[in-house]
């Protein structure tokens, strides 16, 4: 629904949307559920959670207005799609249409069960890159980790993906300690014999449970001490302000990344704002604050006055998470309902 008047064209210059220690945030993370068909261990009870009332859920044209709104005035150049499991939505192909016609670079993150259906669809509505999480290649080890046997159809998706003409076609994976570290070699190998792009995160304290202990954390070092037994690495650095650090694999052309947003933090080139299922604008993954943009939309609220509100909640962001500080928060969310 569209609930508030659009103005008239931006016409005054655009500024970037700058917080006071001069980061320009061009990223945009758009989560378009909370749900998820998946119950990982590391992530939710096996029950699930209480998921959002659905009129809560912001609509298509809410998500629109609001991206354009980002794109239009405040430079928004990408946009991440997520969850929960962002395929859940219903009529997600006509949406990444829409928000593909605003003209930014869309992508996706996904748990990969119902990849292999929409695929070709979603590429052609304008989608052009796709992560798919995947944290091992062992059918009993899939099903013990996210309770359900579905690990089949994530093979499936990503060579939909594939074919589809997504790229890169990226593998994520959350190596943790006694679970599945002796996999990070052999997801590499079976990234690079696929054509896929491994990247490996180190574990955060963003699970529901609260259960996240940092003795469990598979190590950036730790990871690459590993690969290192097995490859070659050149160094290819970071790429512009990109989470991962990546590392190619001498004599090919595949690349691994790291990304080590633990253990070396990269919160002083961060240009990510996210935006939550309900409207809530998120300065950092880790706040434990939100701006309420549903609120403005559904009150009547010109873009001028949201426009205003973003920036409002981007000049109070702080220079880093601070996990690795005695005084840190958890934030009330976990990740599945704050958007990857």
């Known amino acids: 629904m569209n609930t508030a008047p659009h103005t008239a064209p931006h016409t005054e210059p655009r500024r970037p949307l700058v917080d006071r220690f001069g980061r320009v945030h061009t990223d945009l993370r758009v989560s378009l559920t909370d749900r998820c068909n998946l119950r990982c261990t590391y992530c939710m009870p096996a029950e699930g959670l209480d998921w959002l009332a659905r009129d809560s859920v912001l609509g298509d044209d809410e998500v629109v207005r609001l991206v354009r709104i980002a794109v239009e005035r405040l430079g928004v150049r990408s946009v991440r799609l997520t969850g929960g499991e962002p395929l859940l939505r219903r009529g997600v192909v006509g949406l990444v249409g829409r928000l593909a016609a605003l003209g930014v670079e869309l992508s996706l993150t996904t748990n990969g069960i119902g990849l292999a259906r929409t695929a070709a669809q979603l590429r052609e509505a304008g989608l052009r890159r796709v992560n798919v999480s995947l944290d091992t290649l ?7 980790l996210t309770r359900r046997d579905r690990i089949d159809d994530v093979f499936a998706g990503l060579a939909a993906a594939k074919a589809a003409g997504l790229d890169p076609v990226k593998i994520n994976a959350v190596p943790v ?7 990070i070699v052999p997801l590499v190998e079976f990234a690079v014999g696929h054509g896929y792009r491994m990247r490996f995160i180190e574990s955060m304290p963003l699970d529901a449970q609260g259960a996240w202990e940092r003795d469990a954390m598979v190590t950036a070092d730790e990871i690459l001490a590993r690969l290192g037994e097995r490859f070659d690495l050149v160094p290819v650095g970071r790429h512009g302000n990109a989470p991962a650090e ?30 939550t299922a309900d409207g809530q604008l998120r300065n950092c993954l880790f706040a434990t604050e939100e701006s309420d943009l549903r609120a403005l939309l559904r009150g009547g609220a010109d873009d001028d006055r949201i426009e205003a509100a973003w920036r409002t909640s981007i000049a109070g962001k702080g220079p880093g998470h601070a996990v690795n500080s005695a005084g840190f928060v958890r934030p009330e969310r976990p990740m599945s309902a704050i958007g990857g």
């Open 138 to 144: 062992r059918p009993e080890r899939f099903a013990a």
């Open 177 to 183: 300690r006694g679970v599945n570290e002796d996999e």
């Open 246 to 275: 990546e590392w190619r694999i001498a004599g090919t052309q595949a690349v691994v990344g790291v990304i080590a947003s633990v253990t070396r933090p990269f919160c002083g080139g961060c240009d990510r704002v996210r935006l």
